[in-house]
């Protein structure tokens, strides 16, 4: 599909995941809306009404053969390159070492993207900042053992907990106040789409919570009684 081998691994993954899909039509749209690609943009490169792309996206329209998907994502990979090449990088990092189990506990795509308020309630969460962006889209989340992680992740490491798109919830376990997780996301200077601390903190330090301000990041609290119960409601949403 593609010379560069990175192209080819990247090409290759999400053709794989779009004919596997139980939905394709859907997995589609979900790759790009992560690529950031307009249903417009998309119909332009292949040729074919915007229309086409919606009825494909819904499932309005069988789906696409073999020929066709592959041409989405040679779409959607040269599109991400002309814009900087940020998907790209991401997948090079999830190909590279994998982070340490003992740090990164899960880390997972969604099915469709989900807003905020839906991960709000799946964690019972409950809202420390900005409670009036939980309405963007996430596409996936991490959860992370923040004391390991801030004392032992280099910041090429911390990069890679944002697995295919920086737009999805960071989930921190083992937080007693807040004020390390949000320091560590202010230094490393990538903005997660939303954090989620969950531990035996009662209230959020005032410093994690201005960062969150500053970010323009919602930020919530989990009130779900253990790391595995957390675990296990957000894979209802994933892959």
Not at 120 to 127: D, I, L, P, Q, R
Not at 136 to 162: C, H, M, N, P
């Amino acid at each position: 599909m593609f010379k560069d081998p990175i192209r080819e691994r990247v090409g290759r993954w999400i053709a794989g995941d779009i004919a596997l899909s139980e939905d394709p039509g859907g997995a589609i749209k979900r790759w790009r809306e992560i690529f950031g690609m307009s249903q417009t943009s998309l119909a332009e490169v292949l040729g074919i009404s915007p229309s086409v792309i919606s009825d494909y996206e819904a499932g309005r329209r069988k789906s696409p053969g073999v020929g066709t998907v592959r041409r989405i994502v040679e779409a959607f990979v040269e599109f991400d390159e002309q814009h900087g090449g940020k998907v790209k990088r991401a997948f090079a990092h999830m190909f590279g070492t994998q982070l340490p189990p003992d740090i990164v506990l899960d880390i997972r795509e969604f099915k469709e993207p989900v807003d905020g308020r839906t991960i709000c309630e799946v964690v019972a969460g409950e809202v420390a900042a900005n409670e009036e962006l939980l309405d963007q889209k996430l596409f996936g989340y991490t959860v992370i053992d923040s004391y390991k992680a801030v004392l032992g992740l280099s910041a090429d490491e911390f990069t890679r907990l944002y697995g295919l798109t920086t737009e999805r919830a960071l989930v921190f376990t083992g937080v007693t106040t807040g004020r390390s997780p949000m320091v560590a996301i202010k230094v490393i200077g990538i903005t997660p789409g939303m954090v989620v601390l969950h531990g035996s903190l009662q209230t959020v330090d005032p410093l994690g919570i201005k960062i969150a301000e500053i970010l323009r990041m919602p930020l919530v609290v989990s009130r779900l009684p253990s790391v595995s119960d957390l675990i296990e409601k957000l894979r209802k949403c994933a892959i």
